[in-house]
């Protein structure tokens, strides 16, 4: 049990790490544009739809990583199998969505903006089937505590 | 839920107490109290064995089937 503790505590941080990036990017990303724009040119139509689509994503990334920081410490204090675990795991999914959705009409300005639409899009499916395990997990446990 | 749990009313034509019952066939109160108030989904055959064996009844005194509007839930 302490192994998986340990893991937990690295996946915990290191989402608060892809949190911290992301703040930061908040600010930066102007200037993260113009540096990336010297290697490979970017018009203003693509700056826009990159600017205005990170923009979007973060607040449903925000979103997700706060109840991944909130599932990983419910995990922490051994409340594993619960409603309230499948609502945050549930609510990552919809994000996931999210930001595949939002990135769709991007990705006609920025081209490699595709890629990242079928990753996030993968991605929610994926948690989908993490969601309904879970959910079937609960309703066992569940079970399995009102057996006398 | 379609099956009633008549724990209560054998424990009450023997006298015996939950606690006394909880001790003699070696389960915690609280599970007890999961089986007397109806809100217990399984219960293990060997829960079943003992319970019958302490207050000397059949699974059939203890276990009754009614039918409800929801069927088996």
């Known amino acids: 049990m302490k192994r998986v503790f340990n893991s937990v505590h690295v996946t915990l941080w290191a989402g608060r790490l892809v949190a911290a990036v992301v703040f930061v990017l908040l600010f930066t990303l102007p200037t993260v544009l113009q540096w990336y724009g010297q290697y490979r040119p970017l018009t203003q139509l693509e700056s826009n739809a990159i600017t205005a689509a990170f923009y979007l994503c973060a607040v449903a990334v925000g979103i997700a990583l706060w109840n991944m920081d909130s599932l990983l410490r419910s995990i922490l204090n051994a409340e594993v199998f619960t409603h309230e675990n499948v609502r945050k795991i549930r609510m990552i999914r919809w994000c996931c969505f999210g930001v595949s959705v939002i990135c769709i009409p991007a990705a006609f300005c920025y081209y490699p903006l595709v890629f990242m639409v079928l990753v996030m899009g993968f991605l929610s499916l994926a948690v989908t089937v993490v969601v309904r395990v879970m959910a079937a997990a609960v309703e066992i446990r569940e079970e399995n505590d009102l057996t006398v | ?73």
């Open chain 2, 1 to 73: 839920m379609a099956i009633i749990v008549n724990l209560d009313v054998q424990l009450a034509r023997r006298k015996m107490t939950s606690l006394e019952l909880a001790q003699r066939i070696g389960l915690t109160q609280a599970n007890l109290s999961i089986l007397k108030t109806g809100k217990a989904k399984a219960i293990r055959m060997s829960t079943l064995n003992e319970i019958c064996r302490v207050l000397g009844c059949q699974p059939g005194d203890l276990l009754e089937f009614v039918e409800d509007d929801h069927g088996t839930e």
